[in-house]
């Protein structure tokens, strides 16, 4: 509908204008809807299991990334690397591109929207039509066109705040997927030592067994042994060497992951990582500090706070729609029938126009779009406190799993080397005589499986520190997520501005 409308060659009618522009000015503040507020949870104030991991220690440097605190430069290297050139990290940092480029395309909507077009064109008219004027002419036209949505009720505010909300969203899910990257890297790295540790143990016990096999035949070669002995050493050592082949696939296995976590092929890391080297130390104390704290520092949270506050402000855009959208517009230009006289003062033309749209007769479907926005809303409130429940349920198992596989260590540790020892002691009481090859091969099998287990265990607590570290979001709190885009070509990254900062 337009309510003023003007033809004056000179000048655009005036009064619309300097109206709308009022009534502008006197509600610009005015955004219907309801406004966010953060959720108000009650949380406890630590953690059930933190006393079980927290040893009287000094605490590790919290500020640091996690993997520095395993003090193992190639461990570093890689976690850097894989931040640097991940595959699904890039697909993160272009779909948050797209959330910041759509966010740009809805703050030009606070401003006019202004453009030019111009056109020729023959027209030959009917003789009917033509009311005694040359049948067929030429036509030329020129202008700059403009026009405004005066932001009332709030649609555009609205708008603009629900995609802002979004692209913090896709900032921290940026940010949470680093912490899995890493985590990730971290524990696929500890995983491999592990392996390679059992591995050596196992070819080192493969090769006792072999001497043990080579002392029963000499034992037989001066009839004080039997064939049996004989055949029973044999598969012994067997049993002992099949391990072998299972843990060198899982190494591989271990490093084509490393490698393409990195952003690399499968196969580009096996030289670096095919030298055994020992697990990294653990940390003396990793302390998970309060839920509070857990609450402001995991990504995830703050993703599901961002979208609860997207969804609250589209509730403000859905209600927008119950009241009128009003909008200027106005033309400047030239007509002509001869593209020489196009620019001349008797071809100027021009209109000023404020128009109104309200859907008040189809009020029953605003309705039913607010009820919808509104259901949004509380779905994605329960959202946010299911993802806080489960960030705090993935806290305390972390933190149990690593109390109980520190213990398991100690003990494991503990059997090894008294199973070592007890290996040691049958060997020579088998060469005195004093027992038989039964009693010699079940000490060399039960130290097999304490060191195996012991190894084991180790690397489970080392990937059970890395899972910690993670439910902790990365051990680097109170720091913004990096935003770090990876060139085409593997290992050329540059790191830019800070995701969040851009946000706002």
């Given at each position: 509908?337009?309510?003023?409308?003007?033809?004056?060659?000179?000048?655009?009618?005036?009064?619309?204008?300097?109206?709308?522009?009022?009534?502008?000015?006197?509600?610009?503040?005015?955004?219907?809807?309801?406004?966010?507020?953060?959720?108000?949870?009650?949380?406890?104030?630590?953690?059930?299991?933190?006393?079980?991991?927290?040893?009287?220690?000094?605490?590790?440097?919290?500020?640091?990334?996690?993997?520095?605190?395993?003090?193992?430069?190639?461990?570093?290297?890689?976690?850097?690397?894989?931040?640097?050139?991940?595959?699904?990290?890039?697909?993160?940092?272009?779909?948050?591109?797209?959330?910041?480029?759509?966010?740009?395309?809805?703050?030009?909507?606070?401003?006019?929207?202004?453009?030019?077009?111009?056109?020729?064109?023959?027209?030959?008219?009917?003789?009917?039509?033509?009311?005694?004027?040359?049948?067929?002419?030429?036509?030329?036209?020129?202008?700059?066109?403009?026009?405004?949505?005066?932001?009332?009720?709030?649609?555009?505010?609205?708008?603009?705040?629900?995609?802002?909300a979004l692209v913090a969203a896709s900032a921290r899910d940026v940010?949470?997927?680093?912490?899995?990257?890493?985590?990730?890297?971290?524990?696929?790295?500890?995983?491999?030592?592990?392996?390679?540790?059992?591995?050596?143990?196992?070819?080192?016990?493969?090769?006792?067994?072999?001497?043990?096999?080579?002392?029963?035949g000499v034992r037989l070669s001066t009839g004080r042994g039997t064939?049996?002995?004989?055949?029973?050493?044999?598969?012994?050592?067997?049993?002992?060497?099949?391990?072998?082949?299972?843990?060198?696939?899982?190494?591989?296995?271990?490093?084509?992951?490393?490698?393409?976590?990195?952003?690399?092929?499968?196969?580009?890391?096996?030289?670096?990582?095919?030298?055994?080297?020992?697990?990294?130390?653990?940390?003396?104390?990793?302390?998970?500090?309060?839920?509070?704290?857990?609450?402001?520092?995991?990504?995830?949270?703050?993703?599901?706070?961002?979208?609860?506050?997207?969804?609250?402000?589209?509730?403000?855009?859905?209600?927008?729609?119950?009241?009128?959208?009003?909008?200027?517009?106005?033309?400047?230009?030239?007509?002509?029938?001869?593209?020489?006289?196009?620019?001349?003062?008797?071809?100027?033309?021009?209109?000023?126009?404020?128009?109104?749209?309200?859907?008040?007769?189809?009020?029953?479907?605003?309705?039913?779009?607010?009820?919808?926005?509104?259901?949004?809303?509380?779905?994605?409130?329960?959202?946010?406190?299911?993802?806080?429940?489960?960030?705090?349920?993935?806290?305390?198992?972390?933190?149990?799993?690593?109390?109980?596989?520190?213990?398991?260590?100690?003990?494991?540790?503990?059997?090894?080397?008294?199973?070592?020892?007890?290996?040691?002691?049958?060997?020579?009481?088998?060469?005195?005589?004093?027992?038989?090859?039964?009693?010699?091969?079940?000490?060399?099998?039960?130290?097999?499986?304490?060191?195996?287990?012991?190894?084991?265990?180790?690397?489970?607590?080392?990937?059970?520190?890395?899972?910690?570290?993670?439910?902790?979001?990365?051990?680097?709190?109170?720091?913004?997520?990096?935003?770090?885009?990876?060139?085409?070509?593997?290992?050329?990254?540059?790191?830019?501005?800070?995701?969040?900062?851009?946000?706002?």
């Amino acid at each position: 509908m337009i309510f003023a409308t003007s033809s004056n060659p000179r000048r655009l009618a005036p009064v619309p204008l300097a109206c709308a522009t009022l009534v502008l000015v006197l509600l610009a503040g005015c955004s219907v809807g309801p406004d966010f507020q953060r959720p108000v949870l009650a949380l406890p104030d630590h953690y059930s299991r933190h006393a079980a991991t927290a040893p009287a220690a000094a605490p590790t440097d919290a500020g640091a990334p996690f993997w520095r605190h395993f003090n193992d430069p190639q461990l570093t290297a890689l976690v850097e690397q894989a931040l640097a050139a991940n595959g699904d990290l890039r697909v993160a940092l272009a779909r948050y591109d797209s959330a910041t480029a759509v966010l740009r395309e809805g703050r030009l909507s606070y401003f006019p929207v202004v453009t030019a077009s111009a056109q020729g064109g023959h027209e030959k008219v009917s003789t009917d039509q033509s009311y005694g004027y040359p049948r067929s002419h030429d036509t030329y036209s020129a202008g700059i066109h403009v026009n405004w949505e005066l932001d009332l009720f709030g649609r555009v505010r609205r708008t603009v705040e629900q995609r802002t909300a979004l692209v913090a969203a896709s900032a921290r899910d940026v940010a949470g997927l680093q912490v899995v990257i890493a985590a990730e890297t971290a524990a696929t790295y500890m995983q491999l030592r592990g392996l390679q540790e059992r591995l050596r143990l196992v070819t080192q016990n493969t090769s006792n067994q072999r001497q043990v096999v080579d002392l029963v035949g000499v034992r037989l070669s001066t009839g004080r042994g039997t064939e049996f002995d004989a055949t029973r050493s044999r598969a012994q050592l067997a049993i002992a060497g099949a391990r072998e082949p299972a843990l060198q696939a899982q190494i591989a296995v271990a490093q084509h992951r490393l490698a393409v976590l990195t952003g690399r092929p499968p196969g580009a890391l096996i030289a670096e990582l095919d030298a055994p080297r020992p697990l990294p130390a653990l940390p003396a104390r990793i302390d998970p500090d309060s839920p509070a704290t857990l609450l402001r520092r995991r990504p995830d949270i703050a993703a599901a706070e961002e979208r609860l506050h997207a969804a609250t402000a589209r509730v403000g855009v859905s209600t927008a729609d119950l009241f009128p959208r009003l909008s200027l517009g106005g033309l400047l230009g030239t007509q002509a029938f001869h593209s020489s006289a196009l620019f001349e003062g008797s071809s100027q033309s021009n209109y000023a126009l404020l128009g109104i749209d309200w859907s008040f007769l189809d009020v029953g479907r605003v309705r039913a779009n607010i009820a919808a926005s509104t259901a949004e809303s509380a779905a994605m409130l329960a959202q946010y406190q299911q993802t806080v429940l489960l960030a705090l349920e993935e806290t305390e198992n972390a933190l149990v799993r690593y109390a109980r596989t520190r213990s398991e260590d100690e003990m494991l540790e503990r059997a090894a080397r008294d199973s070592d020892q007890a290996a040691q002691l049958a060997r020579l009481r088998y060469k005195a005589g004093e027992i038989g090859l039964y009693e010699l091969l079940d000490a060399e099998r039960v130290v097999l499986d304490a060191q195996d287990a012991f190894a084991d265990s180790r690397t489970r607590s080392a990937m059970a520190a890395v899972a910690l570290y993670k439910t902790l979001a990365g051990g680097w709190p109170e720091r913004a997520p990096e935003r770090v885009r990876a060139a085409p070509a593997h290992g050329a990254a540059t790191t830019v501005a800070q995701a969040t900062a851009e946000v706002r």
